[in-house]
């Protein structure tokens, strides 16, 4: 039976991971909270891994934010990621480990890169201004991958995953991304019988949304793969892996699935003096097809279930 430790296991794709592996069984998963564990401690991280004998390794911790977070905190943001990625992925070496994912994010491609995405286009022009000090973060963690494979001949892999949802969210009114902040306007607007709702932008810009649960499905397939299999379609550095659907929708129509999921029964308006955005951000997720898997959860199902979730925890939700 193989021991496990997942990083950033009450996050929501580190909680998500945990579920998948639990149904699939036949591991020992191994868990710290940040009491227990400071992944920005050397010596701490060093002290953990030495003791454990842990056989893979999946590295979800990481400092995240919105916009705001990351444009008053940007050196919080780069600092606290580089330091635990190297904490983690150096330690395991240390200590043995052969197998370990990092899980990064689609920021790390150009803020004009071609759509849809695809895994060559890292390094191909400038990063988002906004969250540039986090995406120069996740592209360390690729490059540290990479460069532990090529000097030391061990397996550790990457995958990139498109805007994910799900359960365990940030349901922040202010702080959280587009799916829950979305998902908690609409419920509060129902709750008060509201008429309408009103949403940033024109509604046109499109975006690809990705279940957690189906991000965690994707995660536990990459790293279990073999190494054969994985290099097929691969190179040494360049050997990140997208994760989404390879579909998009506008903002117009998740707000319409979104009023439909959640119930509202007003009108959706939107408010074209708020700014758009980028008109598009899609990943070209060819390579993980290739390799043999694909998403199957719908965005009206996930969203589905994702309220579901929501209502359960409405009350912890409130005080947030």
Same mark, same amino acid.
């Given at each position: ?23 699939? =069984? ?174 940033? =932008? ?41 994760? =989404? ?76």
């Amino acid at each position: 039976m193989k021991k496990v430790f997942v990083a950033g296991h009450r996050g929501m794709v580190g909680s998500a991971i945990i579920r998948r592996l639990n149904q699939l =069984g036949d591991v020992e998963i191994i868990t710290r909270t940040r009491q227990e564990l400071d992944l920005t401690d050397q010596h701490a991280v060093k002290k953990f891994f030495q003791n454990e004998n842990i056989d893979q390794v999946y590295l979800a911790a990481a400092k995240v934010g919105g916009i705001h977070a990351n444009n008053t905190y940007p050196a919080e943001f780069i600092y606290q990621n580089l330091i635990m990625e190297c904490n983690v992925i150096h330690q395991a070496f240390a200590a043995g480990v052969k197998e370990l994912l990092f899980l990064g994010s689609s920021c790390i491609y150009p803020k004009l890169a071609k759509q849809p995405m695809k895994e060559t286009e890292l390094l191909s022009g400038y990063l988002e201004s906004t969250n540039e000090p986090y995406a120069v973060a996740k592209i360390a963690g690729i490059k540290l991958c990479e460069s532990y494979n090529r000097q030391y001949g061990v397996d550790y892999r990457s995958v990139m995953p498109t805007n994910l949802y799900g359960e365990n969210d940030n349901f922040h009114p202010e702080n959280s991304h587009v799916i829950p902040a979305m998902m908690r306007r609409f419920h509060e607007a129902k709750i008060r019988g509201d008429k309408q709702v009103v949403v940033w =932008g024109s509604g046109t810009p499109m975006r690809e949304f990705l279940h957690v649960d189906d991000m965690a499905a994707a995660s536990v397939y990459v790293m279990n793969l073999a190494v054969a299999r994985y290099s097929e379609h691969t190179q040494s550095m360049m050997s990140h892996i997208n994760v =989404g659907t390879g579909v998009d929708c506008t903002i117009r129509e998740l707000a319409e699935t979104m009023s439909k999921v959640v119930g509202f029964r007003g009108n959706i308006n939107f408010d074209t003096t708020k700014p758009d955005g980028t008109p598009r951000k899609l990943m070209d997720v060819s390579r993980i097809k290739k390799l043999g898997w694909e998403s199957s959860i719908s965005l009206e199902r996930g969203l589905s279930s994702t309220y579901e979730w929501f209502l359960a925890n409405a009350e912890q939700l409130r005080s947030v």
